[in-house]
Structure formats: C-alpha cells, structure tokens
C-alpha cells in the first residue's frame, strides 16, 4: 500500500472514531441537561390510539423506565416521524413530512430491533430506531464528506480537517435525533460523491433518495442540470453536433425525471388519500388548486412558509440564531466570486481549458488543446469504446485527485482547492439554498438546511 493510500485508510478511520465519538459526546450532553431543565416541548407523552385501531390494549413491558426515557425523547419532529412510523400517514399535516425515514424505521422496529419490543415497548423501540439509524448515517455520511473534499479540493489534510469540523458542526443536535438531516446529508454527500466519480446511474438513485428524505433532496438535480449544460453546449457550438446535443439533453432530463419521481409520488399518495372519494365542499383547498400540492399547501397553510412571511419583528431572535450559518455562506460565495468572477457569473463556460479538465465530470470532456491525430483516433472509435475511455478519463482524475497530488501534467492556469472550477456548482447550491432560507423558510431551518449544502 503506497503512503498516499495509507494515509487516506488513517483519515477515514480516525474520521469514524471521531464522527461516532461526536455522537455519545452530544447524547451524553442531551441527558445532562434534560436531567436539569425540563424539556421546552411537552409533547412527548401526546400518543393517542392509531386511528386504525379502535381500541388498543396497554402494553406490558419489562423495562419501563428505560422506555419511558426513550419515548420522553421523541419531541418536536420526532412526534410525527414515530406516529407515521406506527400508523401511516393520519392527518393532512402529516403528509409535510416525507416518508423515506419513516419507512427505514418501521423497518429496523420490525426486523432488528423487533425482540427489544417486550421489553421496552413498540413505541419506545421505534425511536430507538430512528436514534440508531440516523447517528449510523451522519457516519457514513462523515465518511462520504471526506471522500468528496479530497476529490474537490485536492488536499487531504484540508478535506480531514474539514470532516472533523463537520462531526461537530453546529447542527449536530438534529442529525443524532429523529430528523430527516442525517439520511439527507447521507444519500446527498454520497450521491455528489458518486457523480464525481463517474458513476451517474448510482447518483440518481442517491439523489432520488434524498428526494424521498427531504424536500429540497430535489435540488440535487441541479448537478445534473449543470453537466447537461455544458455538454449540450459543446455538443451544439464546439462539435457542431446536433444528435449529439438532442442526445444530451434527453438523458439529462431523464436522469433528472428519475431523482423527482419519488416526491412526486409521495404528492399523488397524497392526492390520493386526502382528495379521492370527497365532495368538492369536503376537500380542502390544495385539492382544487391546478396544480395539487399537498407539501406546499401545508407548508403555507400550517407553518407559515411563503416569501417575506417570516420577516416580522417578534422573528428577530431567530434571524440572529441563523446569523452565523448564513453570515459564513454569503463570506464563502464572495470570496469565491473575488477569485473567478468569470467562471461565476459565465457558470463555468468561460473557464480555461485545463480547469475544465480538472473538472472533467461535471465539465464535458475533449476541449483542451490536443493533436488532430488524438482527434481523429476518438471518432474513428466506436460510441461504446468512446464512453469507457471518459470513464477510465474520469477515474484517473479522482484518482489523481485522491492521492492529493499536485497540479501534474495541468497547467497552472487550473487552480486547485476552493478556488477551483470543481467547486462552481457546489457555490450555486449553496447560494441558492442561503437565500431560500433568509427569505422563504423559517430563517432558524437554515442552521442544518444550509449546513448540509
């Protein structure tokens, strides 16, 4: 094993133990407290009766207090994950919350965790399941964060500094309790990590699980978008191919069709149980909008998100409380604009040859300087071979990337680190994500929504 793969296997292993360690560190931290203070939430004891279930008898369990402290546990969006977790989707409000955690806790409740229900009690094991998954997951997606910051900034000491900085973020609370953040961060990280690496087909399905954790999973389509952008473009004006082009933009669109198909799904499962079967004067509004929405309606409708709406005076502790999260993501888009203004505000198409090529997944293939043999050798080659030689094209710059080498055989025109075209689309999101939560969402979500991005 070489000193650069070595020293990776070393980051990523102290990166676990780190991100693991992190996560007892915080739950010790939440005992304490809640050992001290009463919880600010009271709704933890609110558990009536599944509407499936007429009656249902008192369970028997031989551990109580255990369980009771588990289920004390389960406030604020917990409430609703555990409720969908043990009756399905109930009530209208519920549906705001999406199902892919729900799904992955009832399964762990029914499967491993299953022989722990006598003793503590179903309810009580369906949040230790959630606990559990989500603290597995923000590992896994530690693990996922490193990976991709090495590719990106080609540094390894700067991505494993920035790992440990992300194991202990200021949102930490939210991704080690029954909060949809961690399966986010996870399918998210994991499926940037994936594209970068070549393998669309597998980040499709990631983004789309993101998808089915959190509404703005579906924002990862962007990267997509972003790819397709420029092929077509060098399709249409550089190749001067047209098929070629019409090509282009059909898998793009089509691989971004796949990542929104399951929040669409989830808002026809919606449609389907709340509207179907009702009088017109029975159903509510989001029912006869054009356009029936069930997570946008109650969005708006129960929790007040909409643009502007959240900019009132009594709201000023919040937007304090988000302050530092949004404060250091408009420093960081500055401060990159001040170092490529005109591969931020051209969206990468006035980037040099050889930064494109440091970037070549997101950025198409085949533009830097090279002989008319090398061109002539591509086309006379079959479109299958041409396909595996960008791949084995892409799979030599990650690794390149993710032995932390230098520039190499690239001009030094190609900046590495933050500076770096690599880090254009990640810029986008970002800025797209801040605004989204100073001006339309609850300003405090942006302490974990932005986080993540």
Same mark, same amino acid.
Request: charged residues 15%; hydrophobic residues 45%.
């Given at each position: 094993?070489?000193?650069?793969?070595?020293?990776?296997?070393?980051?990523?292993?102290?990166?676990?133990?780190?991100?693991?360690?992190?996560?007892?560190?915080?739950?010790?931290?939440?005992?304490?407290?809640?050992?001290?203070?009463?919880? @600010?939430?009271? &709704?933890?004891? %609110?558990? *009536?009766?599944?509407?499936?279930?007429? /009656?249902?008898?008192?369970? #028997? +369990?031989?551990?109580?207090?255990?369980?009771?402290?588990?289920?004390?546990?389960?406030?604020?969006?917990?409430?609703?994950?555990?409720?969908?977790?043990?009756?399905?989707?109930? @009530?209208?409000? &519920?549906?705001? %919350?999406? *199902?892919?955690?729900?799904?992955?806790? /009832?399964?762990?409740?029914? #499967? +491993?965790?299953?022989?722990?229900?006598?003793?503590?009690?179903?309810?009580?094991?369906?949040?230790?399941?959630?606990?559990?998954?989500?603290?597995?997951?923000?590992?896994?997606?530690?693990?996922?964060?490193?990976?991709?910051?090495?590719?990106?900034?080609?540094?390894?000491?700067?991505?494993?500094?920035?790992?440990?900085?992300?194991?202990?973020?200021?949102?930490?609370?939210?991704?080690?309790?029954?909060?949809?953040?961690?399966?986010?961060?996870?399918?998210?990280?994991?499926?940037?990590?994936?594209?970068?690496?070549?393998?669309?087909?597998?980040?499709?399905?990631?983004?789309?699980?993101?998808?089915?954790?959190?509404?703005?999973?579906?924002?990862?389509?962007?990267?997509?978008?972003?790819?397709?952008?420029?092929?077509?473009?060098?399709?249409?004006?550089?190749?001067?191919?047209?098929?070629?082009?019409?090509?282009?933009?059909?898998?793009?669109?089509?691989?971004?069709?796949?990542?929104?198909?399951?929040?669409?799904?989830?808002?026809?499962?919606?449609?389907?149980?709340?509207?179907?079967?009702?009088?017109?004067?029975?159903?509510?509004?989001?029912?006869?909008?054009?356009?029936?929405?069930?997570?946008?309606?109650?969005?708006?409708?129960?929790?007040?998100?909409?643009?502007?709406?959240?900019?009132?005076?009594?709201?000023?502790?919040?937007?304090?409380?988000?302050?530092?999260?949004?404060?250091?993501?408009?420093?960081?888009?500055?401060?990159?604009?001040?170092?490529?203004?005109?591969?931020?505000?051209?969206?990468?198409?006035?980037?040099?040859?050889?930064?494109?090529?440091?970037?070549?997944?997101?950025?198409?293939?085949?533009?830097?300087?090279?002989?008319?043999?090398?061109?002539?050798?591509?086309?006379?080659?079959?479109?299958?071979?041409?396909?595996?030689?960008?791949?084995?094209?892409?799979?030599?710059?990650?690794?390149?990337?993710?032995?932390?080498?230098?520039?190499?055989?690239?001009?030094?025109?190609?900046?590495?680190?933050?500076?770096?075209?690599?880090?254009?689309?990640?810029?986008?999101?970002?800025?797209?994500?801040?605004?989204?939560?100073?001006?339309?969402?609850?300003?405090?979500?942006?302490?974990?929504?932005?986080?993540?991005?």
């Amino acid at each position: 094993m070489s000193t650069s793969n070595f020293q990776k296997s070393n980051h990523v292993y102290i990166i676990v133990k780190t991100a693991a360690c992190s996560r007892l560190f915080l739950l010790a931290l939440t005992i304490f407290w809640r050992s001290l203070f009463e919880p @600010y939430d009271t &709704s933890a004891p %609110f558990n *009536p009766n599944c509407l499936s279930l007429e /009656s249902q008898p008192a369970e #028997t +369990v031989l551990w109580p207090r255990i369980g009771s402290a588990i289920e004390d546990s389960i406030v604020w969006d917990a409430v609703f994950f555990v409720r969908i977790a043990l009756c399905g989707y109930e @009530y209208e409000q &519920s549906y705001a %919350f999406l *199902p892919l955690l729900p799904i992955c806790i /009832s399964f762990l409740s029914r #499967t +491993v965790f299953a022989p722990l229900v006598p003793l503590i009690g179903r309810r009580a094991v369906l949040g230790l399941s959630g606990y559990v998954l989500n603290n597995i997951a923000f590992v896994l997606a530690a693990v996922y964060f490193y990976k991709l910051s090495v590719i990106i900034l080609k540094d390894k000491e700067a991505a494993f500094r920035a790992s440990i900085l992300f194991c202990f973020n200021p949102a930490s609370i939210f991704y080690s309790s029954i909060y949809s953040e961690s399966l986010y961060a996870l399918f998210s990280l994991g499926g940037v990590y994936h594209i970068i690496s070549g393998s669309n087909n597998i980040a499709v399905l990631w983004f789309a699980l993101s998808g089915s954790a959190r509404s703005n999973g579906v924002l990862n389509a962007g990267y997509f978008c972003f790819q397709t952008m420029h092929e077509a473009y060098q399709a249409i004006f550089l190749k001067k191919h047209a098929y070629l082009s019409m090509q282009v933009l059909f898998v793009g669109a089509l691989r971004c069709l796949c990542i929104f198909v399951p929040f669409v799904a989830f808002q026809a499962y919606g449609y389907y149980n709340i509207c179907l079967g009702h009088l017109p004067d029975e159903m509510s509004p989001w029912c006869k909008a054009r356009v029936p929405l069930v997570y946008n309606y109650l969005q708006s409708h129960y929790w007040g998100v909409g643009f502007l709406r959240y900019f009132q005076l009594k709201q000023l502790p919040n937007f304090l409380l988000a302050s530092p999260i949004l404060s250091l993501a408009v420093c960081s888009i500055i401060h990159y604009v001040k170092l490529q203004p005109e591969i931020f505000f051209s969206l990468g198409f006035r980037a040099s040859p050889e930064e494109k090529n440091s970037a070549a997944v997101l950025f198409p293939l085949g533009i830097d300087k090279r002989s008319k043999t090398d061109e002539f050798s591509e086309k006379s080659i079959p479109k299958t071979e041409e396909k595996n030689h960008n791949l084995r094209r892409r799979k030599q710059l990650q690794g390149e990337a993710s032995a932390a080498s230098p520039i190499g055989n690239e001009s030094s025109s190609a900046r590495p680190g933050y500076s770096s075209a690599f880090v254009l689309p990640f810029v986008l999101h970002l800025g797209f994500m801040a605004a989204t939560a100073f001006f339309v969402m609850h300003v405090q979500v942006s302490k974990y929504s932005v986080n993540t991005t």
